[in-house]
């Protein structure tokens, strides 16, 4: 059975998936905070409103398949970090890495999202 921050990012992933704006707004709803942030390199996205927006633009691409996990959650007191993949119908697929932190309510207040897999530390050394 999934602790209670497995539980919040999965409904987080799952709204990644949504399709119906109403359904993804209530999964936002029960799974961020109302000021929560989410981060990548290129841009920040603040609250429930824009985060709506944004899981509304990537499910608009009529290339992507699906939005799925690779790893498992893992968590800590008020920490998670996830492994997904973007998988799109042309069978190519964007993989990333989150990281994050919930709040005392039990809502995610920060995702920090990185594209694309890390270099081994033997690939940094021959750069």
Same mark, same amino acid.
């Given at each position: ?19 119906d704006p ?24 603040? !609250?429930?409103a824009a +985060? ?7 499910? $608009? =691409? ?5 939005? @799925? ?36 309510? !039990?809502?995610?207040? +920060? ?7 890390? $270099? =081994? ?5 021959? @750069?």
């Open positions: 059975m999934p602790n209670a921050i497995e539980a919040t990012v999965d409904r987080y992933l799952r709204a990644w998936n949504e399709r109403a359904e993804r707004e209530k999964l936002i709803e029960s799974c961020f905070a109302a000021d929560g942030r989410l981060v990548t390199r290129r841009r920040v996205v603040r !609250g429930r +985060l709506a927006v944004e899981m509304a633009r990537v499910s $608009a =691409d009529p290339r992507l398949r699906c939005v @799925r996990r690779l790893s498992a959650i893992d968590t800590g007191d008020a920490t998670f970090r996830v492994r997904g993949v973007a998988e799109f119908h042309d069978g190519t697929s964007a993989e990333s890495f989150d990281a994050g932190e919930v709040d005392a309510a !039990g809502k995610i207040a +920060l995702v920090l999202t990185f594209d694309g897999p890390l $270099a =081994d530390a033997s690939e940094e050394a021959a @750069r």
